[in-house]
Antibody
Framework: QVQLQQWGAGLLKSSETLSLTCGVYGDSFSGFYWTWIRQPPGKGLEWVGQIDQWGSTRYNPSLKSRLTISIDTSKNQFSLILTSLTAADTAVYYC??????????WGQGTLVTVSS | DIQMTQSPPTLSASVGDTVTITCRAS??????LAWYQQKPGKAPNVLIY???TLESGVPSRFSGSASGTEFALTISSLQPDDFATYYC?????????FGQGTKLEIK
């Protein structure tokens, strides 16, 4: 049974860079997309972007200029880097596997707070 | 971006009731539609994908359907564990987008 475990700094200041990593345990990267999703406190879900096993990425256009998603198949990990943070980036960030069968499973989530 | 208009935002119901949550896509998404359940402080869990395919382990009282660009999640015989927030999501066209959510509350 595949499990996702994520880690990274949760308290950052405006203009700093967010770095999160998601480890995949119990399965390989083959045949799946690997995704980041975020959820501002008390609000809905926003798809951030995805990467496949070959390193091909798709980003949300609203974040594209600040976003990099990368993959390390040797470590079964994928990562998110988001630069030039503002308060609007404050959210719980989730990693997840998928599609095509929806997004499943999900990581435990990381609350990222951006302060001024 | 494809807009997913989900309704109602809040739904009050009792244990044993049958409820339906709907989601309308602003354009065709074929059958690339999933439903998620989220409880406070937890990550969402997929219930249904490809409109009507039930995720393994999800009770059969959950079902999904579609008519054109309108999609529905029906929960039959509500159980106490079903009171949560539900989201639809299209994954036909980038950027993938979610509905605004429906909070299912106990009446």
């Amino acid at each position: 049974q595949v499990q996702l475990q994520q880690w990274g700094a949760g308290l950052l200041k405006s203009s700093e860079t967010l770095s999160l990593t998601c480890g995949v345990y119990g399965d390989s990267f083959s045949g799946f997309y690997w995704t980041w999703i975020r959820q501002p406190p008390g609000k809905g879900l926003e798809w951030v972007g995805q990467i496949d096993q070959w390193g091909s990425t798709r980003y949300n256009p609203s974040l594209k200029s600040r976003l990099t998603i990368s993959i390390d198949t040797s470590k079964n990990q994928f990562s998110l880097i988001l630069t030039s943070l503002t308060a609007a980036d404050t959210a719980v960030y989730y990693c997840a596997r998928g599609p095509p069968d929806g997004f499943d499973p999900w990581g435990q989530g990381t609350l990222v707070t951006v302060s001024s | 971006d494809i807009q997913m208009t989900q309704s109602p935002p809040t739904l009050s119901a009792s244990v044993g009731d049958t409820v339906t949550i709907t989601c309308r896509a602003s354009q065709s998404i074929s059958t690339w539609l999933a439903w998620y359940q989220q409880k406070p402080g937890k990550a969402p869990n997929v219930l249904i994908y490809k409109v009507s395919t039930l995720e393994s382990g999800v009770p059969s009282r959950f079902s999904g359907s579609a008519s054109g660009t309108e999609f529905a999640l029906t929960i039959s015989s509500l159980q106490p564990d079903d009171f949560a927030t539900y989201y639809c999501q299209q994954y036909n066209t980038y950027p993938y987008t979610f509905g605004q959510g429906t909070k299912l509350e106990i009446k």
